[in-house]
């Protein structure tokens, strides 16, 4: 066997740390938060395509595999529970994980999240930990 073709442990321990590289969509019309949760979730290696409403949606998914879809319910022009229904009746759509992040955090209106087909629904102001929880919890079943 040629040096050339010895494998060291350095490169199996990269091997079985690289990942695939999972996408995620998320829809936010807040700025601030917009750029806070796609940081964070760049941080946990995710890549992370942001829009600001809902306008963008299906020239995203046209382009781009998505793992999952992060919808703010308060957006402008079209809100996220028609963009949800909009999705969840789209064959090629309708098994990427979902999750409302809303200030609407009534119990009509988080029913109505589940009810148009989200996984999950997180009320503003939210915790950082959670959200990390809750796409990691979701793309882990989502792909395994």
Do not use: C
């Not at 046209?62 to 992060?70: E, G, N």
């Not at 957006?75 to 949800?84: K, Q, T």
């Not at 098994?95 to 999950?120: H, M």
């Not at 959670?130 to 979701?138: G, H």
């Amino acid at each position: 066997m040629s040096k050339s073709e010895v494998v060291s442990m350095d490169d199996i321990r990269r091997l079985k740390e690289r990942k695939i590289q999972r996408t995620i969509l998320l829809i936010e019309d807040d700025e601030t938060i917009r750029a806070a949760l796609k940081r964070v979730l760049e941080g946990e290696g995710y890549r992370v395509l942001a829009a600001s409403d809902g306008t963008q949606l299906s020239s995203v998914l046209d382009d781009s595999a998505v793992d999952l879809v992060m919808l703010d319910v308060g957006l402008p022009w079209i809100n996220g529970f028609e963009l949800a229904e909009m999705m969840k009746s789209h064959k090629d759509l309708k098994e990427i994980p979902l999750v409302f992040l809303s200030a609407r955090t009534s119990d009509a209106d988080v029913k109505r999240g589940f009810d148009v087909g989200a996984d999950d629904y997180i009320k503003k102001p939210f915790d950082l930990e959670k959200v990390k929880r809750t796409v990691n919890t979701l793309i882990h079943l989502a792909h395994d």
